[in-house]
């Protein structure tokens, strides 16, 4: 925090215009949570600005543009990710039509669900979040030899797995990863 003058200063624009700040943000926000949020949001830009912050009334008149602006900036936010939300869900429905279900899907899990928990999590590193050798060495706290050793074995065990419930790993390759994402 600032030097004490600061911290008074602060103190008094605080005390002296709260509840009207408040006020402006219960009207014009959807809720009471959003008005507690604003208003948070508001005081701390005029912390952060403090200097900029006029002095006696025009003190609320400038913490009412900041309120403003930040309730807008919360409303563009919203509409990003409402936005964002429905361009997600149109994207999962083309992906789950894509997918082709098939009489393996159960097997394939199993087939993973049968590896260790150390051999699963190598592979869901690689094949659900992307991560290279060098990334999973990373998240491990291992070598990148000793990561790319790991995820190869794991990958051996994996085939083999499938192998045994009559599957072919070259069928299904890293899709197999994807396959069993309900399975951990």
């Known amino acids: ?13 605080y005390t002296a215009n709260y509840a009207d700040i408040l006020a402006y943000l219960r009207r014009r926000a959807d809720s009471h949570d959003d008005a507690a ?7 701390t830009i005029a912390w952060r600005r403090l200097d900029d912050v006029p002095e006696g009334h025009r003190a609320r008149l400038w913490l009412y543009g900041v309120a ?6 919360g409303r563009r ?15 999962l429905e083309q992906w789950a039509e894509s997918i082709v279900v098939d009489d393996d899907f159960d097997a394939v899990r199993a087939a993973f669900r049968r590896l260790s928990p150390d051999d699963r999590e190598v592979l869901a590193l690689a094949g659900w979040e992307g991560l290279g050798s060098p990334e999973i060495a990373t998240v491990l706290g291992c070598s990148r030899a000793a990561a790319r050793l790991r995820l190869h074995r794991a990958r051996k065990r994996l085939a083999k797995n ?5 599957l072919d790993m070259a069928r299904y390759g890293e899709r197999a990863i994807t396959m ?3 399975a951990t």
């Open 1 to 13: 925090m600032g030097p004490p003058d600061q911290k008074q200063r602060f103190a008094e624009i």
């Open 37 to 43: 949020d604003a208003l948070a949001e508001t005081f």
């Open 68 to 73: 403003r602006r930040v309730l807008a900036n």
């Open 77 to 91: 936010a919203d509409s990003r990710r409402s936005e964002l939300v429905e361009r997600l869900g149109l994207q």
């Open 162 to 166: 499938l192998k045994a419930a009559g």
């Open 180 to 182: 069993t994402r309900e």
